[in-house]
């Protein structure tokens, strides 16, 4: 199986130049599964989200999970936030804010983080906690990945403000419900990190991955545009995640960065999506 992360694409700002690579190296990698975690649209204008469906149309015809982003709920029009903020969202990928993917062995869970009284802030409500954690434990799977928009880890320390409410609840109660990796956007800076260093006694198979910006000007401290790629077959003992970056002076994407992360003891035998 290969899963593709890509995050904080803001279409509205892309680079075209980094669209047309991403198109091209996403085509050779030929993924089982595309993970859109947020900030989609940069203004979740009709227009921007058209954008993004005329560009997933050129991609290989896989199943996507998106979640949205703050910058997908509209900022400038405060009925429609208040009263139907994920309107063009679901217009463009259907009603299911927290939506599921199964295969053999494997359980993708998408989160939503965003709230339209929140600008820029995320959370984990109580009962998203609960619900996600009811589901993990239900899974027989060998692989277990949530997918959110918010970070739940920082390396700068210009980011700690940017950690979601109620961050340590859920990647606590998430990984002892058998969570292996936890996949974000949000600060447009790309990382892997095992959860236990953040959040001391949390079992070190968990992790947390985070992406750079896919397509969009808006990098950060001079990181170029990026995404992740999560690779693994059943019977296989471990996941290996990669991040891939865009260069201007070679052909287009490139993996700079790969990890291997055991997974949970007892994970690797299962055959069964749960």
Request: proline share 7%.
């Amino acid at each position: 199986m290969r899963l593709i992360q890509l995050s904080d694409l803001h279409f509205g700002t892309e680079r075209p130049e980094v669209v047309r690579a991403l198109i091209d190296r996403l085509q050779r990698l030929k993924p089982d599964l595309l993970m859109l975690s947020g900030d989609i649209t940069q203004r979740a204008r009709p227009g921007q989200f058209a954008a993004c469906r005329r560009f997933l149309q050129r991609l290989p015809p896989v199943p996507i999970l998106a979640v949205p982003g703050n910058h997908d709920l509209p900022l400038f029009n405060l009925w429609q936030r208040l009263h139907s903020p994920y309107r063009h969202f679901r217009g463009c990928f259907g009603h299911e804010l927290a939506p599921v993917f199964k295969a053999p062995g494997l359980l993708v869970l998408g989160v939503n983080t965003t709230s339209p009284t929140r600008h820029v802030d995320g959370r984990f409500s109580t009962r998203m906690v609960r619900q996600v954690a009811a589901r993990l434990k239900a899974s027989s799977a060998a692989v277990k990945i949530v997918v959110g928009h918010h970070p739940v880890d920082a390396v700068l320390a210009s980011d700690e403000a940017n950690i979601a409410a109620g961050a340590e609840s859920a990647m606590r109660c998430w990984a002892a419900a058998g969570m292996q990796l936890y996949l974000a956007g949000h600060i447009h800076y790309p990382f892997f990190a095992q959860l236990s260093q953040r959040y001391p006694g949390v079992p070190e198979h968990c992790w947390t991955g985070q992406a750079g910006t896919a397509v969009s000007h808006r990098v950060r401290d001079h990181k170029a545009n990026s995404f992740n790629l999560v690779e693994w077959s059943p019977g296989r003992s471990q996941l290996e995640v990669s991040r891939w970056d865009f260069t201007s002076t070679g052909p287009g994407f490139l993996c700079v960065e790969q990890r291997q992360l055991p997974l949970r003891p007892g994970g690797s035998s299962s055959g069964r999506s749960g």
